[in-house]
C-alpha cells in the first residue's frame, strides 16, 4: 500500500514538473490553470472526486427504477431507453 502510494506520490512531482497545473484526481496536469479549472468543471472529474470522497454518486431512473453508477450512466441510459425525456 505504501509503495503504491509512493508510486502515485512520484508520479504527480513528475507532472508537476511539465506542467505546473495539474488534477490530483485524475493526475493529468495543464499548462495553464484555465485548462486546469475547465478540466475540473468536467462531469467526470467531478463524478472521481465525490467518489473518492465517499459521496454517493448513484441515480435511479425515474422511468424504469433502474440505478446507475453515476449521471454519466445515466445520462447514456435515458438517451438510448427513454429518448422521450430529454428535453428539446
Known amino acids: 500500500m505504501i509503495g503504491k502510494h509512493?508510486?502515485?506520490?512520484?508520479?504527480?512531482?513528475?507532472l508537476a514538473s511539465v506542467y505546473e497545473y495539474f488534477c490530483g484526481t485524475c493526475d493529468r496536469s495543464f499548462q495553464n490553470k484555465e485548462d486546469a479549472?475547465?478540466?475540473?468543471?468536467?462531469?467526470?472529474?467531478?463524478?472521481?472526486?465525490?467518489?473518492?470522497?465517499?459521496?454517493?454518486?448513484?441515480?435511479?431512473?425515474?422511468?424504469?427504477?433502474?440505478?446507475f453508477e453515476n449521471l454519466v450512466e445515466y445520462k447514456q441510459h435515458v438517451f438510448a431507453a427513454h429518448p422521450g425525456m430529454l428535453h428539446k
Do not use: S, W
Open 37 to 67: 479549472a475547465l478540466h475540473r468543471m468536467q462531469l467526470e472529474c467531478r463524478q472521481k472526486t465525490a467518489a473518492l470522497k465517499g459521496i454517493d454518486v448513484t441515480k435511479d431512473c425515474k422511468m424504469c427504477h433502474a440505478v
Open 6 to 14: 509512493r508510486n502515485r506520490h512520484k508520479r504527480k512531482q513528475t
